[in-house]
């Protein structure tokens, strides 16, 4: 069965740091991976997602992923991050019964 | 273009009560999902519709909830009688058609808690 493991529950960085949000996960059909976002008091927002092709995805708010089929991970990471990316984050992996698979989620904290 | 919309966004009951939750998804979206939302969690599915057709509710909990799509569009989630372990996010979410391929839209949520 598909699962995803999102290893820190929460993440404080200061402004303009990088950050790194882990995910691993668990798949033994085809591999389809997502990052959604929720900002607070929204609903969850597409972020990237990788489905095939190029390993590194990335989406237009600076945010990257790169699939790693050896280690089963799809980490995000963002080089310099704002006060603006405050939310709270979920990996997401697509199952063999039509079904997206979610993490627990990351909640990124901004330090000024 | 409008996203999904749900209503209401909170609601307050006391347990043993009914409640009943509505979702108008992007217009010509075939697809569409109930998720449940603890807090700390990420949502897990409950239902999920291809038209009116409800093609997976493996995870609802049937002696107290229901759904409907009537027409395809629209759709409500009842809870008859509500719990105290109901307390949660419900999430409505719609797609062109099921699939991978298909971006999941969701809605903002509906706030449940069960007093």
């Known amino acids: 069965a598909q699962s995803v493991t999102q290893l820190d529950s929460q993440v404080p960085v200061f402004e303009e740091a990088p950050v790194e949000l882990r995910c691993n996960y668990s798949s033994s059909v085809s591999v389809y991976l997502f990052w959604y976002v929720q900002y607070p008091n929204q609903g969850l927002q597409l972020l990237l997602k990788y489905l095939s092709g190029s390993t590194l995805v990335e989406s237009i708010n600076g945010f990257e992923a790169e699939f790693n089929k050896s280690q089963t991970s799809f980490h995000l990471r963002k080089p310099s991050v704002h006060i603006s990316d405050t939310a709270e984050y979920f990996c997401?992996?697509?199952?063999?019964?039509?079904?997206?698979?979610f993490g627990k989620g990351t909640r990124l904290h901004i330090l000024p | 273009e409008a996203g999904v919309v749900q209503s209401p966004r909170y609601k307050i009951i006391e347990k043993k009560q009914p409640v009943a939750f509505w979702c108008n998804p992007i217009?010509?979206?075939?697809?569409l999902y109930w998720y449940l939302q603890n807090l700390g969690q990420g949502p897990e599915l409950l239902i999920r519709?291809?038209?009116?057709?409800?093609?997976?509710d493996s995870q609802l909990p049937k002696d107290r909830f229901s759904a409907e799509r009537l027409k395809g569009v629209d759709s409500t989630l009842k809870i008859q009688p509500a719990e105290l372990g109901d307390s949660a996010v419900y999430l409505c979410?719609?797609?062109?058609?099921?699939?991978?391929?298909?971006?999941?839209?969701f809605g903002p949520g509906t706030r449940l808690t069960v007093l």
């Open positions: 217009s010509g979206h075939n697809t």
């Open positions: 997401a992996v697509y199952g063999r019964d039509d079904k997206i698979i």
């Open positions: 519709y291809e038209n009116e057709e409800a093609v997976d």
């Open positions: 979410a719609s797609s062109l058609n099921s699939g991978a391929y298909n971006e999941q839209f």
